[in-house]
């Protein structure tokens, strides 16, 4: 694991995104709950930054269209969006959050019925 540090803790206020550029990789760090999470920063749906969108529950949402992606996962949670978005072990260590970015799941995409 290689872990690259993102920006500080500080930054971020609960319940809010904020984008970085992590090793030229564009990334959204959020902090929901008491956890801090780093996402692609582009919904796989209209290409528009996530980290402009509203956060709760351990969700973020596409200020767009409305598509909702699990920060756990990066996987769709409702429609328009039916592909997951990458999602990176994130770690606070001290004052600061770390990304590796060589770390993503793979999702499968969102199920239409």
């Known amino acids: 694991m290689s872990l690259i540090r993102a920006c500080a803790a500080a930054d971020v206020a609960p319940e809010t995104a904020i984008p970085v550029e992590v090793d030229g990789v564009d990334v959204a760090i959020v902090h929901s709950g008491?956890?801090?999470y780093a996402i692609a920063d582009e919904c796989s749906h209209a290409a528009i930054p996530l980290s402009e969108g509203d956060v709760g529950d351990g969700e973020i949402e596409c200020y767009l269209h409305g598509s909702r992606f699990d920060l756990q996962t990066?996987?769709?949670l409702g429609l328009p969006a039916t592909e997951p978005v990458a999602v990176y072990r994130c770690r606070l260590v001290g004052?600061?959050?770390?990304v590796d970015l060589t770390a993503t799941p793979d999702i499968p995409a969102l199920q239409e019925s």
């Open 34 to 36: 008491d956890r801090y």
């Open 74 to 76: 990066g996987a769709p």
């Open 95 to 98: 004052d600061d959050v770390l």
